[in-house]
């Protein structure tokens, strides 16, 4: 018998990676589970663009809406003015919304997704800081031979911090800690 329950509030679909990936703008994602085609991909961002494009309607919100794959993953990007709302104090809005959309496509496909949802450019603005975060925390471990614990971030934002810190030879990082309070700690390698 197969399982279409709906996936818990808790329970994230973004991956922490497990191996070092190339950091070059879109981190790389670890493939878990049996690759999807891309039109099943496609598909899932289209149910979650039609998905978001109610909810603006709804909110008298104007934006385009593009549905793409990216990395192995549905993606869904809104553009336009008046959108800082959607993303939320430190994109918390973005990611409620994100699991909203998640569940819309659940609700039609049976399976759970994966999908990417950013606002106004929200995401590739934070991993850019993401990085810079990250790169600051292996200075100071190399300088000091000390772990390093950063604050508190969602899951998208562990993934980014981890995908740089794990292209950098001779430190490691690994996530502590239970969501909402879910940190990052950066050390020497072993």
Do not use: W
Request: net charge negative; glycine share 8%.
């Amino acid at each position: 018998m197969t399982d279409t329950s709906i996936p818990r509030a808790d329970q994230s679909l973004d991956d922490e990676p497990t191996a070092a990936a190339p950091v070059d703008g879109e981190p790389e994602e670890t493939e878990t589970a049996p690759a999807k085609g891309d039109g099943d991909l496609f598909r899932q961002s289209e149910i979650a663009a039609d998905y978001i494009e109610g909810l603006l309607d709804i909110l008298d919100y104007d934006g385009d809406i593009d549905e793409l794959v990216s990395g192995g993953r549905p993606v869904v990007e809104v553009v336009g003015g008046r959108l800082q709302n959607l993303v939320g104090q430190r994109g918390a809005t973005l990611e409620a919304l994100q699991e909203l959309a998640r569940l819309a496509v659940f609700r039609q496909t049976g399976s759970p997704s994966r999908l990417l949802l950013d606002v106004g450019g929200y995401r590739a603005n934070r991993r850019k800081e993401l990085a810079a975060v990250a790169r600051n925390a292996v200075e100071k471990v190399k300088e000091h031979g000390e772990a390093v614990r950063l604050e508190p971030m969602s899951a998208f934002e562990r993934k980014c911090v981890h995908d740089v810190v794990n292209a950098i030879d001779g430190v490691e990082s690994e996530s502590e800690g239970v969501e909402p309070n879910r940190r990052i700690v950066v050390r020497p390698a072993d």
